[in-house]
């Protein structure tokens, strides 16, 4: 399974809500997972669909 940091990283994430610091790292890993979570739940694994993207 690929990694959910590898769709998107925290550090992409932090920059897009402007946060600096590590405060907050678990909790934002956490909602990403359970982001990634709902859309598998909607639409099926990304797996499949991330391998035939990346180079």
């Known amino acids: 399974m690929i990694s ?4 998107v990283s925290l550090a ?3 920059a ?3 946060v600096t ?4 790292d ?3 890993t956490d909602m990403l997972e ?6 598998e739940s909607r639409c099926g694994l ?4 991330l391998a035939s993207v990346r180079p």
């Open 4 to 7: 959910t940091l590898d769709i």
């Open 12 to 14: 992409d994430l932090k």
């Open 16 to 18: 897009h809500l402007n």
């Open 21 to 24: 610091t590590e405060d907050d």
């Open 26 to 28: 678990t909790l934002l």
């Open 34 to 39: 359970t982001a990634r979570g709902y859309v």
């Open 46 to 49: 990304l797996d499949w669909m």
